[in-house]
């Protein structure tokens, strides 16, 4: 397993998707499946700068993909690494089809009640090694969700799809009640997705990694997003990229040595 990298205080772990897919396939495989799965995009990025909780748990997961052309930059200009690209809704595309994922049952939670009834009946009539047992809408109490998890303490995988960083607190309490399941945090696009509300952006869109483009333009709510955070993460990146150069980093307008 390659060594994680440390992007100014934010933890990443560079896979490619073949590497992805085979940490995943290696938990699952193993009696002891426990194995926390997210994601690093800007507006995640920018969000852990901020929330030492948020920043805590995805120090803590297994595994952190570069969901986005955005981190790969960030890596590259602040660590000197090259970070592949793997979005995560295209990893789970991967993991459901890969007839080498054993069999595995899994919960589903997040978006609305009929999003994620749709989406765990498209999911389990793709996938011939991947059954959702149960689905479960992400607009809940914490209460709520601990009962839940409770019934499903053995369950083999738990895949959540909410809003950052809700999506991250609930892998949180997944992994300390359901103590041998991959946690997997598949984000709430990808949900959509299969759900059939979300639109996908083309394959080469995403290739170049423009996806965040077309969700600029098909999704109106993602726009503020993308306007602020976008600034404040070139802020952050630049910072890092002057401090990891001279050892002099800048905060709130002054000049720390």
Same mark, same amino acid.
């Given at each position: 397993?390659?060594?994680?990298? !440390?992007?100014? =205080? $934010?933890?990443?772990?560079?896979?490619?998707? #073949?590497? %992805?897919?085979?940490?995943? *396939?290696?938990?699952?495989?193993?009696?002891?499946?426990?194995?926390?799965?997210?994601?690093?995009?800007?507006?995640?990025?920018?969000?852990?700068?901020?929330n030492k909780e948020l920043n805590a748990i995805i120090s803590d997961a297994d595994l952190v993909v570069a969901d986005g052309v955005s981190i790969m930059w960030a890596g590259l200009?602040?660590?000197?690494?090259?970070?592949?690209?793997?979005?995560?809704?295209?990893?789970?595309?991967?993991?459901?089809?890969?007839?080498?994922?054993?069999?595995?049952?899994? !919960?589903?939670? =997040? $978006?609305?009640?009929?999003?994620?009834?749709? #989406?765990? %009946?498209?999911?389990?009539? *793709?996938?011939?090694?991947?059954?959702?047992?149960?689905?479960?809408?992400?607009?809940?109490?914490?209460?709520?969700?601990?009962?839940?998890?409770?019934?499903?303490?053995?369950?083999?995988?738990?895949?959540?799809?909410?809003?950052?960083?809700?999506?991250?607190?609930?892998?949180?309490?997944?992994?300390?009640?359901?103590?041998?399941?991959?946690?997997?945090?598949?984000?709430?696009?990808?949900?959509?997705?299969?759900?059939?509300?979300?639109?996908?952006?083309?394959?080469?869109?995403?290739?170049?990694?423009?996806?965040?483009?077309?969700?600029?333009?098909?999704?109106?709510?993602?726009?503020?997003?993308?306007?602020?955070?976008?600034?404040?993460?070139?802020?952050?990146?630049?910072?890092?990229?002057?401090?990891?150069?001279?050892?002099?980093?800048?905060?709130?307008?002054?000049?720390?040595?």
């Amino acid at each position: 397993m390659k060594k994680k990298i !440390i992007i100014d =205080g $934010v933890k990443l772990t560079p896979r490619s998707y #073949a590497e %992805a897919l085979k940490d995943i *396939i290696q938990w699952l495989e193993a009696k002891n499946r426990s194995g926390l799965v997210t994601y690093l995009n800007a507006y995640v990025y920018c969000l852990a700068k901020d929330n030492k909780e948020l920043n805590a748990i995805i120090s803590d997961a297994d595994l952190v993909v570069a969901d986005g052309v955005s981190i790969m930059w960030a890596g590259l200009l602040i660590n000197r690494v090259w970070v592949p690209q793997c979005i995560m809704t295209k990893l789970f595309d991967k993991m459901i089809v890969s007839s080498r994922v054993p069999p595995c049952n899994c !919960i589903l939670i =997040g $978006v609305t009640d009929a999003e994620v009834i749709k #989406a765990q %009946a498209k999911i389990n009539s *793709i996938s011939q090694r991947v059954h959702i047992v149960k689905a479960y809408s992400g607009y809940h109490d914490n209460q709520y969700y601990l009962e839940v998890l409770k019934e499903n303490m053995n369950i083999g995988m738990v895949l959540i799809g909410m809003s950052s960083p809700k999506s991250e607190y609930l892998c949180k309490l997944a992994r300390e009640v359901c103590k041998n399941a991959v946690i997997w945090h598949i984000g709430s696009g990808t949900i959509k997705c299969y759900a059939g509300t979300k639109k996908r952006a083309p394959e080469w869109v995403s290739n170049y990694g423009l996806e965040w483009i077309h969700r600029f333009i098909h999704e109106k709510h993602t726009r503020k997003r993308y306007l602020i955070h976008n600034i404040i993460f070139i802020y952050y990146v630049l910072n890092g990229l002057l401090k990891s150069i001279t050892g002099i980093f800048v905060k709130r307008g002054e000049v720390i040595f």
